[in-house]
């Protein structure tokens, strides 16, 4: 089971952070990542980071605004870092995870297998 928290109203320019607690089984192994929907939108890839840390991929529409990271003491927890936010960036943000995801599919929703709940992320002009 995976719970995203940490959503809100902000302003243009503002930041959030986005959680994600996993439990009931061993994320720890698993790819962990956030997509993101906006109404009338498909759901769309923002970041994903593997299990050891050392390999992290970001959409290029939040590089370099966005950070994922993976809590070092508790690998189960992620968080979504979230700077300099854009009106487009309003969404309901999902955090996901999956197994054996090849590099050439990480931004693909159906190749993760558990998803968590969405958190609401409303940014204003």
């Known amino acids: 089971q995976l719970q995203a928290s940490g959503g809100g109203l902000v302003q243009a320019g503002g930041s959030l952070r986005l959680s994600c607690a996993a439990s009931?089984?061993?994320?720890?192994?698993?790819?962990m990542g956030w997509f993101r929907q906006a109404p009338g939108k498909v759901r769309e890839f923002v970041a994903t980071i593997r299990r050891s840390g050392d390999s992290i991929y970001y959409a290029d529409s939040v590089k370099g605004r966005f950070t994922i990271s993976r809590d070092s003491a508790n690998k189960n927890t992620v968080y979504l870092q979230m700077n300099n936010l854009k009106p487009e960036d309003t969404a309901v943000y999902f955090c996901?995870?999956?197994?054996?995801?090849?590099?050439?599919?990480?931004?693909?929703?159906?190749?993760?297998?558990?998803w968590g709940q969405g958190t609401q992320v409303t940014v204003s002009s």
């Open positions: 996901a995870a999956g197994s054996g995801i090849i590099a050439s599919s990480i931004s693909t929703a159906t190749r993760y297998d558990y």
């Open positions: 009931g089984r061993t994320f720890t192994v698993y790819t």
